[in-house]
Nanobody, 127 residues
């Protein structure tokens, strides 16, 4: 059974850093494009960053230069290091893996559909 569990969200001040973790089970995360997404209240969910099975990474413009995605293949964990956080980064953050049966397409990993969403972890950045 595929399962994704996010953790690491917190409340921080602008300029601070957080590292989010996503523990994957039921599949080998390094064999898929897997990524981070976020949804702020009243806004659509957006793709933040992803890492493909070949190790290539892709980022939303808002994340470039501040966020770094990485994965621990031995332990099947995906990370998102977020630096220089801004109030506009406030959102629920989710991880998900590519899924050909999903209807949700994002411009990550050269454009993929994503599914098997985790429950999310809240990031709140205050000014």
């Amino acid at each position: 059974q595929v399962r994704l569990v996010e953790s690491g969200g917190d409340s921080v001040q602008a300029g601070g850093s957080l590292r989010l973790s996503c523990a994957a089970s039921g599949f080998r995360s390094s064999s898929y494009c897997i990524g981070w997404f976020r949804q702020a209240p009243g806004k659509e969910r957006e793709g933040v960053a992803a890492v493909d099975s070949d190790g290539s990474t892709s980022y939303a413009d808002s994340a470039k230069g501040r966020f770094t995605i990485s994965q621990d293949n031995a332990n099947n964990i995906l990370y998102l290091q977020m630096n220089n956080l801004k109030p506009e980064d406030t959102a629920m953050y989710y991880c998900a893996r590519e899924s050909v049966t999903s209807i949700y397409w994002y411009p990550l990993c050269r454009g993929r559909r994503f599914g098997d969403w985790g429950q999310g972890t809240q990031v709140t950045v205050s000014s």
